[in-house]
């Protein structure tokens, strides 16, 4: 049986907060600084699918510590809300990663070839660090993996 610590889950939300950081960053530059403004697609669906993701993944990864069997609505909408990481990593991949590559048919450029590259990379990250904690869940439920639950703010007396 394999034992997972809080700082394994942290690392895996690190990861799809670093892309969605990036990616904040490239819907603000293109919301406020970007003249003529471009479409959505690149101003706030990149800015609310960015927030949207890290506090959803935080929220699903809750899914590791939560008792067996438990059943409640908010556990069913944070299930649910699991999709939302997923599809934003698959709109990174194909609408900022291969829609710019495939832009480049009509005016080819090098920084458009690597930024392409690097949303296809990122998005690929994001995903992958999502699955990784989905697959954690589901090995909790199987019972192959034992979460160790966060550490609490008492003081135990000290064992005599």
Same mark, same amino acid.
């Given at each position: 049986? +394999? %034992?997972v610590t809080r700082g394994d889950?942290?690392? +895996?939300?690190?990861?799809?907060?670093?892309?969605?950081?990036?990616t904040l960053a490239y819907g603000i530059y293109h919301l406020w600084w970007a003249k003529p403004t471009p479409s959505v697609w690149h101003t706030w669906v990149p800015i609310v699918g960015a927030i949207a993701s890290v506090i959803l993944?935080?929220?699903?990864?809750?899914?590791?510590?939560?008792? %067996?069997?438990? %059943?409640?609505?908010?556990?069913? +909408?944070?299930?649910?809300a699991g999709i939302v990481p997923y599809l934003f990593s698959i709109y990174l991949m194909a609408v900022l990663g291969?829609?710019?590559?495939?832009?480049?048919?009509?005016?080819?450029?090098?920084?458009?070839?690597?930024?392409?590259?690097?949303?296809?990379?990122?998005?690929?990250w994001m995903l992958t660090g999502f699955w990784l904690i989905t697959e954690m869940v589901r090995a909790r439920d199987e019972g192959r993996l034992v979460a160790e639950p966060p550490a609490s703010n008492k003081k135990t007396p000290p064992a005599s």
């Open positions: 049986m +394999l %034992k889950v942290l690392e +895996l939300i690190g990861r799809v907060t670093v892309v969605s950081v990036a993944t935080a929220a699903y990864s809750e899914f590791l510590y939560v008792p %067996k069997g438990t %059943k409640s609505l908010r556990l069913a +909408l944070t299930a649910y291969i829609g710019r590559i495939v832009g480049l048919f009509t005016a080819f450029s090098v920084g458009s070839l690597f930024a392409g590259l690097a949303w296809i990379v990122f998005g690929y």
